[in-house]
């Protein structure tokens, strides 16, 4: 018990003093991961002529290249390039593996059948919950919970005291910083492109509870609203999108490092 209490105490240690190192002066934004929703077997929602894997990664490849052409000095990792699924825990261990800065998550938004009218956009933070309090109602969490893996992994996941202390850890020390990038977010899809704004959330979503960083998973628009999934299909609605995202991470970037 002893030793399990030391360990934890190292750990939580090892967690203050990273936090106290990123806020050192000097620091800059380096790696952002981007991280196209769903993939593969999971098409996530559908619209009457597209589905959200494709959105999602239509918008994120194209959100990559804005960063290579206007801050080049900034490394992208994508976690996908191309329609494959990647286990929703993997995400995260590729943003933490990279020691990356920011993870930002790209998903399209869906009401339930016989709602068309529901527009707008919103950006999540992930608030803590223990893996088995997971939100299972939740829309982006249904095909991670759905997969046959989920359960097995979740279940490691939970037996694991330092994983739950970790979890915590992670989910209260970005916290502010999260937000902060939500709402640059929220904030350039409402005066740049005139979207209805949903707001900032914080909710107990799984792609964002492992990530060892500031993270949010933004929702472009409606894709079972007609005309909004007409916008996040159209090459000038991608762009706009995009340049509402890159504002919002360059604002973010400049205030974090000054
Ligand atoms: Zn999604």
Redesign the pocket.
């Known amino acids: 018990m002893r030793k399990k209490i030391s360990h934890l105490f190292i750990l939580i240690s090892l967690f203050c003093l990273r936090s106290e190192v990123s806020q050192a002066q000097g620091y800059r934004i380096k790696t952002i991961v981007i991280d196209a929703?769903?993939g593969g077997v999971k098409p996530?929602?559908k619209g009457k002529i597209s589905l959200?894997k494709n959105v999602a990664l239509e918008v994120a490849l194209m959100l990559g290249k804005k960063f290579e052409e206007d801050m080049p000095n900034v490394r992208i990792i994508q976690i996908r390039k191309t329609d494959v699924d990647v286990d929703w825990y993997r995400r995260a261990e590729i943003a933490n593996d990279a020691k990356a800065d920011l993870f930002i998550s790209i998903?399209?938004n869906s009401m339930d059948k016989g709602n068309h009218t529901t527009r707008g956009t919103e950006t999540f933070v992930g608030a803590y919950r223990r893996i088995n309090e997971m939100d299972a109602a939740l829309?982006?969490n249904e095909d991670i919970i759905n997969d046959k893996n989920y359960k097995k992994r979740a279940e490691a996941i939970i037996i694991d005291p330092e994983e739950l202390i970790k979890l915590s850890l992670y989910k209260s020390l970005y916290r502010a910083k999260s937000l902060s990038l939500a709402k640059m977010v929220q904030k350039n899809y409402t005066e740049l492109n005139k979207r209805v704004n949903r707001g900032v959330k914080e909710q107990g979503l799984l792609v964002l509870q492992r990530t060892a960083m500031p993270s949010i998973l933004t929702e472009i628009g409606f894709i079972s609203n007609p005309e909004e999934e007409e916008y996040i299909n159209s090459a000038d609605g991608q762009q706009e999108i995009v340049d509402a995202i890159f504002k919002a991470i360059a604002q973010y970037k400049k205030e974090i490092e000054n």
């Open positions: 929703g769903h996530g929602a959200e998903h399209c829309k982006e």
